[in-house]
């Protein structure tokens, strides 16, 4: 069972473009669900350290949440902030495709 789990950022009433939001939306502890968390936290700790907050919602335990945001396939990361919102799809391996889902370069 994966419970819901938030990464601080240094001032969480903050909206810039600094600070990015995301949230991962997975099966429980499938093998892809668990590679794609691992895999996420690796890229985030290594180029959005303490500028990120990243929400882990397992469907399972919170179907409504998943309804709400319309999700068809699993896992998938929605990057709610900053603008322009995206959704990617899998278990976040392809650190190049994940970083560019996001707006950034390998060198940030």
Partial sequence: MIKQKQ???ENE???NDD???LCLFVTGATPN???AISNL?????THLKGRYQLDIVDVYQQPLIAEKEQIVALPLLIKKFPFPQRR???DMSDKEKVLRGLNL???Q
Avoid: D, H, Q
């Fill in 105 to 107: 370069s390998s060198s």
């Fill in 88 to 90: 990617l799809i899998g």
């Fill in 41 to 45: 936290k690796e890229l985030c700790e």
């Fill in 13 to 15: 009433n903050s909206y």
């Fill in 7 to 9: 990464v601080p950022v």
């Fill in 19 to 21: 600070i990015f939001r």
């Fill in 33 to 35: 669900s668990v590679r």
